[in-house]
């Protein structure tokens, strides 16, 4: 299995509202990346994970919240999201945080109304 | 920190003719370079890299070439198909400090005319 899988695909949210986006790999990796993504612009990195500890926090608003549970999975959890937020993330994962070879899975496009 | 510059920002190209994306750098401590496609609705697609220490990597009608006195790199694809149409980003990292970061240039918009 050589895929990243993220969920939702899509997902509309208020600014007063909580969710999650999910990541999973099966790949064995041991390093896994949040990075958002605004139309027409480069993936900008929000967080990176290695062998489930916080690695890389790029200064990120306190209101996204990384979790990773396992080593196959990692969270994103959102509270009180701005519009401005709307993006698409990316879920990426790699053998190690060595390894640059970076695997993105397909993104979850997030709305904030 | 890393700085990467990425031309054209556009590319339009017949189909069978050659297509090649220009990406420069700022620091000469890079060695890895990749190059990510990214289709409309999808994630990022690692389709070629090279590490410095390697001056051209191909495969099959895509190369990349890497020039480290100048500090840039180029994608070459041959051939060109309409599934080329997409995104490319390339990018640039120092493997082996422990805290690898990637960082992009600004993409390029590849148009195939069929």
């Known amino acids: 299995d050589t895929e990243v899988t993220q969920t939702p695909k899509h997902l509309v949210m208020g600014m007063t509202n909580k969710k999650s986006l999910k990541c999973e790999q099966h790949m064995g990796h041991r390093a896994m990346y949040w990075y958002k993504q605004k139309a027409k612009k480069p993936p900008e990195l929000m967080f990176v994970y290695s062998y489930e500890k916080l690695s890389i ?8 919240s990384p979790e990773c549970p396992n080593s196959s999975l990692l969270n994103l959890h959102l509270h009180a999201l701005q519009p401005e937020d709307s993006a698409l993330y990316l879920c990426a994962s790699s053998q190690v945080l060595a390894a640059n070879e970076q695997f993105f899975g397909p993104g979850t496009r997030l709305t904030v109304l | 920190g890393e700085n990467v510059e ?24 890079s060695n890895y370079f990749p190059w990510y496609k990214q289709e409309l609705g999808k994630g990022p697609q690692l389709i070629i890299d090279i590490r410095s220490n390697v001056g051209e990597k191909k495969d099959q009608r895509i190369a990349v070439t890497l020039n480290k006195t100048a500090k840039h790199f180029s994608l070459h694809i041959t051939e060109t198909q309409p599934e080329d149409s997409a ?28």
């Open chain 2, 87 to 114: 995104v490319y980003f390339c990018a640039a990292s120092i493997r082996g400090r422990g805290n690898e970061k990637l960082t992009f240039g600004t993409g390029t918009r590849l148009t195939i005319i069929p």
């Open chain 2, 6 to 29: 990425q031309h054209p920002s556009t590319l339009s190209v017949q189909e069978g003719d050659s297509a090649v994306i220009k990406c420069t750098y700022s620091d000469s401590a």
């Open chain 1, 57 to 64: 926090n790029e200064s990120v608003p306190s209101r996204f």
